[in-house]
């Protein structure tokens, strides 16, 4: 029995004890009286400590303003420091729970959490730009409602989650997501997103590289095989003979250009950033005219401009490489009689290496696509100029590690200018 009971029962006791002698000797109504007034006054005492409490339990921040009388101040004071403790343990849940949805945005891949019926618990920011969601109107809303591509309705119903999905965001049609889903906790699912746009992007880049390369040195072996096969089965006539030799000669050039133009682009993207040495400009911009000269065969008017002293600094065998790749285009690419010019200016504002020509020029729907491997505005005219589709793919490459932009203008019939544009620190003797 608590102590406030036994004190009200010993409080009672007590006034009857006193009023059993005053209603035997004085008078029967007067101990009545004393026995009602001892439990009305404790009734009062009582019921003043419940309004007390009444009012303090309104409140809507519990203070320590509840004081109460006799026993009851020890029960007010218990009361205050559960309420007291409570609120703490509230707070530092809240804190936790805080730090957790806090812990949840951070994360770069989207998450969602489903309940049982697949309709949303909490979603992250990341998850509400991937999926289009947001937070705080869908939910409780079932996700397929909200994401409808019919892939992710199939593999969200179906329940097999061994393998991620990979689809393409509904929103952007050009991100590429991979959605994993983790059963948790009574049939509840996590849904992880991750972006793989560019793991995809790579992927198709490298099943596209391997079948083009394939492509690229499948024509010339055929061709190789087809003469090996005549010449080792046919009597073949010696200057029809010495014709096959010939052509067997040019395609294995083509599959070593193929091979070196490979190597070469390898090389540079595997090396690490290029050598700081200073390139000799006036020397590199001779031996550029003098390979245009060779490969000419005086069939083009070749002229060389330089303004200002400076020279490059970067890595002279892929600078020579890019310069000589545009070079040896402008040559392949214009007809004879064609003017090519090659220009090296530098200054303040930066470095600039042009090459300019005269030659068939190229329609601007081809222009954004000149820098890919293996792209030709004419597979026939590249491959009779001796072109492997590899050039300005090195080019893009070596100008990218040496900051420097590339720059195309052309017209067809009238010609085009490929320039090179290196930032100011990369020029030596300013
Ligand atoms: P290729 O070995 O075929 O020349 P490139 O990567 O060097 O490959 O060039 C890609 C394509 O760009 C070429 O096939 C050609 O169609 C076009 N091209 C490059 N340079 C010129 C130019 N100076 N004039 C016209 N077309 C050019």
Redesign the pocket.
């Known amino acids: 029995m608590s102590s406030q009971l036994i004190r009200a029962f010993f409080l009672a006791l007590l006034s009857v004890i006193v009023a059993l002698p005053v209603g035997w000797f004085v008078a029967y109504w007067a101990g009545w009286t004393i026995v009602c007034i001892g439990l009305g006054l404790q009734l009062i005492f009582h019921f003043r400590n419940f309004a007390r409490l009444d009012r303090w339990s309104h409140k809507p921040v519990v203070d320590a303003s509840l004081e109460g009388e006799g026993a009851w101040d020890g029960l007010f004071g218990r009361l205050y420091r559960h309420e007291k403790d409570l609120r703490a343990q509230i707070a530092r849940r809240d804190d936790e729970l805080a730090m957790l949805i806090a812990a949840g945005q951070a994360l770069t891949d989207g998450v969602v959490l489903l309940d049982q019926l697949g309709q949303i618990i909490y979603c992250n920011t990341t998850a509400e730009t991937q999926l289009d969601l947001v937070m705080a109107t869908d939910r409780g809303q079932p996700v397929v409602n909200l994401v409808r591509q019919p892939e992710f309705i199939g593999y969200l119903e179906a329940g097999d989650y061994s393998r991620p999905l990979t689809m393409r965001s509904d929103r952007r049609s050009d991100r590429v997501l991979s959605i994993h889903v983790v059963p948790y906790a009574d049939n509840r699912r996590l849904m992880q997103i991750k972006d793989v746009t560019q793991t995809d992007r790579l992927d198709r880049m490298r099943r596209d590289f391997v079948a083009n390369v394939s492509h690229e040195l499948r024509t010339p072996l055929t061709v190789l095989a087809g003469f090996l096969e005549t010449l080792q089965e046919f009597d073949v006539a010696p200057d029809e003979r010495k014709r096959y030799l010939d052509m067997m000669a040019a395609q294995s050039k083509r599959m070593q250009s193929i091979v070196q133009d490979l190597l070469t682009l390898s090389s540079i993207e595997s090396a690490p950033p290029p050598e700081n040495e200073v390139v000799d400009m006036a020397s590199l911009i001779d031996k550029l005219h003098r390979d245009a000269d060779a490969l000419s065969a005086g069939r083009h008017n070749i002229v060389v401009e330089t303004a200002g002293q400076c020279d490059l600094r970067g890595s002279e065998p892929e600078l020579v490489s890019a310069f000589g790749?545009?070079v040896a285009?402008?040559v392949?690419?214009?007809p004879a009689g064609g003017t090519i010019r090659i220009a090296w200016k530098s200054g303040l504002e930066g470095g600039e290496f042009l090459?300019q020509?005269t030659?068939?020029?190229?329609d601007a729907k081809?222009l954004p696509r000149?820098?890919e491997r293996f792209?030709?505005?004419?597979r026939g005219?590249?491959r009779d100029?001796g072109?492997?589709?590899?050039?300005?793919?090195i080019?893009k490459h070596s100008l990218n590690r040496h900051q420097a932009q590339l720059d195309i203008k052309?017209t067809p019939g009238v010609?085009?200018s490929?320039a090179a544009r290196f930032p100011a620190n990369r020029l030596v003797g300013l």
Do not use: E, K, M, P
């Not at 072109?387 to 793919?393: E, F, P, R, S």
């Open positions: 790749n545009l285009n402008a392949r690419y214009t090459v020509d030659g068939i020029g190229i081809h000149l820098t792209y030709r505005v004419d005219r590249s100029a072109g492997t589709g590899l050039g300005l793919a080019v052309s010609g085009s490929f």
